[in-house]
């Protein structure tokens, strides 16, 4: 298994400004990926973190809005910039792959409201 | 693409009720199909799985049967408790669920009532 803590857990945030999410896992993983669960939706994947090499985003979203960082294989970083209140969600991110094929392990989240 | 379709919530029952969630999906070629659950104030986790056709995936007295005619992957327990209340997460793979990126339905909120 995986265990994952994500910082900040709860945000409350101003329209303009950036927040950045950590994402530290227990142990090296092969993926990790980033998921946004907006009120009352299902998750979506925004990215995979790819370790070293710029992240790989579903369509949708881009670069300039959630910057990705991967350092190493236990550590990722989720920005998501020039908020709006659009972007009042849960971002999660979640680990899987390598020794943990066939399952994927997720954060609690962190709940973010933009006023 | 692929998508998954799983049953509108909320679901209310009573404690020891049958239930019954159904989810969907629509993908190409071989998926692995998933059930996650959410509990008040956790994170998802894995409830349980099949990575093909006929499988029959169960835990903790949840069951669900990969069935590639009706493209279904319904979730079913015979007696529910209130500790069951949760939010129900119906997901699909293209690539095992941990190489690759899921694709979730809506989630189901299941509310027992004692």
């Known amino acids: 298994s995986a265990v994952i803590s994500q910082k900040p857990s709860r945000d409350i945030c101003q329209r303009g400004t950036s927040l950045t999410i950590q994402c530290q896992v227990d142990?090296?993983?092969?993926?990790m990926f980033w998921y946004r669960q907006q009120p009352g939706q299902s998750l979506t994947l925004i990215a995979t973190a790819n370790q070293g090499s710029e992240a790989t985003y579903e369509s949708g979203f881009v670069i300039d809005k959630f910057p990705i960082s991967r350092p190493n294989l236990t550590f990722s970083t989720l920005t998501v910039s020039n908020m709006s209140p659009e972007d009042s969600s849960i971002y999660l991110c979640?680990?899987?792959?390598?020794?943990?094929?066939?399952?994927?392990?997720f954060g609690e989240g962190s709940r973010l409201t933009v006023l | 693409g692929n998508s998954v379709t799983q049953m509108e919530g909320p679901v209310t029952l009573s404690e020891e009720a049958f239930l019954t969630i159904n989810c969907t999906y629509t993908a190409t070629g071989y998926p692995s199909l998933f059930w996650y659950v959410q509990y008040p104030g956790e994170g998802l986790q894995l409830l349980l799985k099949?990575?093909?056709?006929?499988d029959k995936g169960s835990n903790k007295g949840f069951e669900a049967t990969y069935r590639k005619e009706t493209t279904s992957f319904h979730l079913e327990k015979g007696s529910v408790q209130v500790s069951d209340s949760a939010v129900y997460f119906c997901?699909?793979?293209?690539?095992?669920?941990?190489?690759?990126?899921?694709?979730f339905g809506k989630g189901t909120h299941l509310i027992i009532q004692p």
């Open positions: 099949a990575t093909k056709a006929d």
């Open positions: 979640s680990v899987g792959g390598g020794r943990l094929a066939g399952e994927l392990f």
């Open positions: 997901a699909l793979s293209d690539a095992g669920g941990g190489a690759d990126g899921l694709t």
């Open positions: 142990s090296q993983v092969t993926m």
